[in-house]
């Protein structure tokens, strides 16, 4: 079974406007922790925000926040004004327990319009 | 600056050769990751390390060898035996578990191919 489920191959949203990238995973670790990366077409990955399983609030890091339902097993990222340069790949990836392995989601292209 | 540093950018390989992949990072982290990525798709590990002299395989470690002789360096070897090697090699970076909302830290990237 696959532990991290990102269902949209693509997207679209236009600059200045919200957007909602979808992730869900699957563990039966009461420890874990879940992290969102973008790539650009370099291929750099820069990492952009983390959650962990027993963090009460969800995580904002700027533009970027992170709706966290936990009974769900979703942690969708959400971009606050979009701007042409978020047009990337987004990753959302897993790590289980005490260990340092990341597992990572097929991804997800963002394409932002002017 | 501290980061990842992973050479060549770009690299071809010819049948039943070995190639090296080089990745050296002066963030003083302990544990170092090697991914593959394929076209499209999602980052694959292949191995990783926690500390010197010792390493572990990951999901997709046939047909690849790797080192971890100093902290610094964790150079990956692709081998003859690797019959698809084309694709996109990722090292990353870490502090140690117990740290876990510690993310890993990724270089640039190499571009390997076959002639």
């Known amino acids: 079974a696959q532990k991290i489920t990102q269902t949209q191959p693509g997207m679209f949203v236009q600059e200045k406007e919200a957007v909602t990238l979808d992730c869900t995973y699957d563990?039966?670790?009461?420890?874990?922790?879940l992290f969102w990366y973008k790539q650009p077409s370099s291929g750099e990955m820069i990492f952009l925000i983390y959650?962990?399983?027993?963090?009460?609030q969800n995580a904002t890091e700027g533009r970027y926040s992170l709706n966290f339902q936990k009974a769900r097993k979703s942690a969708n990222l959400v971009i606050s004004a979009s701007q042409l340069g978020d047009s990337a790949m987004y990753f959302c990836?897993?790590?289980?327990?005490?260990?340092?392995?990341?597992?990572f989601g097929a991804g997800t292209i963002l394409r932002v319009k002017s | 600056d501290g980061g990842i540093t992973q050479s060549p950018k770009y690299l071809f390989r010819k049948e039943g050769q070995n190639v090296t992949l080089s990745c050296e990072q002066n963030?003083?982290?302990?544990?170092m990751y090697w991914y593959r990525q394929d076209p499209g798709q999602g980052l694959r590990l292949i191995y990783y390390?926690?500390?010197?002299?010792?390493?572990q395989k990951g999901d997709i470690a046939e047909g690849y060898s790797v080192s971890r002789e100093k902290k610094e360096s964790f150079p990956l070897t692709v081998t003859s035996a690797q019959k698809n090697p084309t694709a996109f090699y990722l090292c990353?970076?870490?502090?140690?578990?117990?740290?876990?909302?510690?993310?890993?830290?990724f270089g640039d990237g190499t571009r390997l191919s076959i002639l």
């Open positions: 959650q962990g399983s027993y963090d009460e």
């Open positions: 990353a970076s870490s502090m140690l578990p117990g740290e876990s909302n510690q993310p890993q830290h």
């Open positions: 990836a897993m790590r289980e327990g005490d260990g340092n392995k990341l597992v």
């Open positions: 563990t039966s670790d009461q420890s874990y922790g």
């Open positions: 963030l003083n982290h302990d544990a």
């Open positions: 390390s926690q500390i010197v002299n010792d390493f």
